[in-house]
C-alpha cells in the first residue's frame, strides 16, 4: 500500500487490522486533556468566562501577559468539564494543566453546568459592579441547587437571607432548568422555584426598569473574551453535604 493515498483512520484502520491493539487505561492527565478547551486572557482579576472569575495564586506571574499561542492572540489554553463549572484548567508556558477553582466554589457545592447559569443570568438583576453581580449570581445558584436537591422547605439562616435580599429576580419553573436542577426529575426544583413566587417575579422578556447607578458603573465584563460558546463519590459527597468536585484521578482509578 505503499503508493495508497489512505486518510488518517484508513491508515489506522488498516493497521489495527494488521496488528491489532491493546487498550491502555487513561491517566488523570489523559482525562483532563479530552475536556473540552476554550482560550481566555489573564487579566488582573483572574481569568473571566461568562461572569464567573477563576484564580488562583498560580497566575500571579502570568497576569496581563500573553501566551506564546500567536495564532490565539496571546490567549491561554482553558480546559473546562461542561458538566461542573466549578473549576477550569489552565495550560501553564511547562505545558502542565494547573487547576483554578471559581472564586465562589466553597459556597456552591453541587457542580452546574452553563445552561442554568445562563439562565440565572437572564433572572437576576444586574446591580452593582462585577463583582457584585457576580455574587448575587453565586447566591442565587446555591439556593436553588440546595433547594432542588433537598426538596425541603427550609429556610436560609440570617446571614444567607441577607445576601440572598440582593436578588430580587424570581425562578420560574422552566421545563429545561428543572431537568438540569433536579437531574431529570424535575421534583424538588419545581418546589423549589414555585415558592419564588411574589411581587418580585420578572418574567422573561419583561423589562426590569432603570437601575439607581446601574448606567454609572463601568462593567469589566467588556473585557471578556467572546467565545462560541462520571462518577461521584456520591458516600463522600454525602459526608460533606454536597457533591465532590471532579477529580480526574479518581476517574482514573476507576478503570
Known amino acids: 500500500m505503499a503508493k ?3 486518510s488518517p483512520n484508513e491508515m ?7 496488528h491489532g491493539y491493546m487498550p491502555v487505561p487513561l491517566t488523570a492527565r489523559d482525562y483532563i486533556e479530552l475536556l473540552p478547551a476554550r482560550w481566555h486572557k489573564i487579566t488582573d482579576r483572574g481569568i473571566r468566562i461568562n461572569h464567573r472569575t477563576y484564580d488562583d495564586a498560580i497566575l500571579n506571574p502570568l497576569r496581563g501577559q500573553p501566551s ?6 496571546g490567549r491561554w489554553e482553558v480546559h473546562h468539564n461542561p458538566h461542573d463549572a466549578r473549576q477550569v484548567w489552565i495550560r501553564l508556558p511547562n505545558g502542565h494543566l494547573a487547576e483554578i477553582g471559581w472564586i465562589h466554589r466553597d459556597h456552591v457545592h453541587q457542580p452546574f453546568n452553563d445552561h442554568l447559569w445562563q439562565h440565572l443570568k437572564s433572572e437576576v438583576e444586574h446591580r452593582g459592579g462585577a463583582e457584585q453581580y457576580e455574587s ?12 432542588a436537591r433537598t426538596g425541603t422547605d427550609a429556610r436560609p439562616s440570617a446571614g444567607e437571607a441577607a445576601g440572598t435580599k440582593r436578588v430580587r429576580a424570581a425562578l420560574p419553573a422552566w421545563p429545561d432548568t428543572l431537568a438540569i436542577a433536579d437531574g431529570g426529575g424535575g421534583g424538588g426544583a419545581a418546589q423549589a422555584l414555585r415558592e419564588t ?19 454609572d458603573v463601568e462593567s469589566l465584563d467588556d473585557l471578556e ?24 484521578r479518581r476517574e482514573a482509578e476507576q478503570w
Not at 413566587?197 to 448606567?215: F, Y
Not at 462560541?228 to 480526574?248: C, I, K, N, P, S
Open 4 to 6: 495508497a493515498a489512505l
Open 12 to 18: 489506522w484502520a488498516a493497521l489495527i487490522a494488521a
Open 68 to 73: 506564546d499561542i500567536h495564532v490565539r492572540s
Open 136 to 147: 448575587d449570581l453565586a447566591d442565587a445558584l446555591q439556593a436553588i441547587l440546595t433547594r
Open 197 to 215: 413566587s411574589g411581587t418580585s417575579v420578572r418574567l422573561p422578556g419583561q423589562p426590569t426598569g432603570d437601575v439607581p447607578g446601574r448606567g
Open 225 to 248: 473574551d467572546i467565545d462560541e460558546d462520571d462518577d461521584q463519590d456520591w458516600a463522600a459527597a454525602a459526608e460533606a453535604g454536597g457533591f465532590g468536585l471532579y477529580d480526574a
